[in-house]
């Protein structure tokens, strides 16, 4: 039979903090991303996602704006930079131990997150993790072309992604995640984990007899 494996969502879950939004406003401090109103556009996007209700083709299209027509390379360095200086300071320390406590019990580690895989990757190459599913972004001759690559990791799309990823179904497969979203995800797992939920997740997992933490 095939390992164990473990599967944490990346936002609010490993990190206490938006790592999409977060680098926008990085972005913009930056001078790398003209955008009147970014605080606004980004609260407004959080809101829907929050409640389970966001347009994935528009908010694809706008938060992947900055990187169109950048080289990768560029790129990654720019989300290297980001997770250092922003980042670093949010990673949640119970998470990081719940993630080592897999480890070390030879269970496969995997960080599964609906944000765009540049900025999951940079995040995760700060965590030492580097087994990611992410929103794949179209590259051509090493440059991003503003589209979008395959399934995005939201929602359903998201556990089907891991169920693609995985291929054959795990000796049992543990899930972590914050979010109603995740809802598809956690119902996949052998054993579900939520972690500082949303309301509507909270619920679901009081009647689900799900386990919730409080991790810092």
């Not at 347009?55 to 250092?84: C, M, N």
């Not at 300071?89 to 480890?103: E, F, I």
């Not at 891991?162 to 054959?168: I, R």
Request: hydrophobic share 45%.
């Amino acid at each position: 039979m095939s390992q164990q494996v473990a599967v944490f969502d990346l936002d609010h879950t490993l990190i206490d903090t938006d790592s999409a939004n977060g680098f926008g406003l990085w972005a913009h401090r930056q001078g790398l991303w003209a955008m009147d109103d970014l605080h606004g556009k980004l609260a407004h996007w959080h809101r829907l996602y929050v409640e389970g209700a966001l347009p994935v083709d528009e908010y694809l299209a706008f938060i992947i704006s900055p990187f169109t027509g950048q080289h990768r390379d560029t790129v990654a360095a720019w989300v290297d930079a980001f997770a250092k200086e922003e980042v670093a300071p949010k990673v949640r320390a119970d998470a990081m131990s719940a993630v080592r406590r897999h480890q070390q019990q030879g269970h496969r580690v995997i960080v599964a997150s609906a944000t765009i895989a540049p900025i999951v990757e940079g995040v995760c190459r700060l965590l030492g993790l580097d087994e990611v599913i992410a929103t794949e972004l179209a590259v051509e001759g090493g440059v991003f072309t503003g589209q979008c690559q395959g399934v995005p990791s939201l929602g359903h799309g998201k556990a089907w992604r891991l169920a693609q990823h995985l291929g054959e179904k795990p000796a049992l497969l543990h899930a972590y995640s914050d979010s109603i979203n995740d809802l598809a995800l956690l119902s996949l797992a052998d054993s579900a984990h939520v972690v500082t939920p949303d309301p509507k997740l909270a619920a679901i997992a009081e009647v689900r007899g799900w386990p919730v933490y409080h991790w810092r």
